[in-house]
Nanobody
Framework: VQVAESGGGLVQPGGSLRLSCAAS????????VSWYRQAPGKERELVAA????????YYADSVKGRFTISRDNAKNTGYLQMDALKPEDTAVYYC??????????WGQGTQVTVSS
């Protein structure tokens, strides 16, 4: 089983990044995809989520209208498109793939830094 995020980096305020979450070793299409983030000194928080079928999505109020979650089951990959980035979006972003409450996988995280 492998879950790997990519796409993080340093971006100026107002810029964009697209994070990817590539999975292997299990049936990706059966798992919901969630993106969490954790800033220094803060708890990990849920940013966005998408159901296994892709029909239902959730966004935290702080990112609504700026972030878009999606998935490509044919590529076993989830995405988080982040636009209009703000300094307060700076955090380590984690992908979580959830089948049930007791069966889930985390990625290792990718750093996103928004700074001029």
């Amino acid at each position: 089983v492998q879950v790997a995020e990519s796409g993080g980096g340093l971006v100026q305020p107002g810029g964009s990044l697209r994070l990817s979450c590539a999975a292997s070793g299990f049936t990706f299409s059966s798992y919901a995809v969630s993106w969490y983030r954790q800033a220094p000194g803060k708890e990990r928080e849920l940013v966005a989520a998408i159901a296994s079928g892709g029909g239902n999505t959730y966004y935290a109020d702080s990112v609504k209208g700026r972030f878009t979650i999606s998935r490509d089951n044919a590529k076993n990959t989830g995405y988080l498109q982040m636009d209009a980035l703000k300094p307060e979006d700076t955090a380590v972003y984690y992908c979580k793939l959830t089948y049930t409450r007791d069966r889930f996988y985390w990625g290792q995280g990718t750093q996103v830094t928004v700074s001029s």
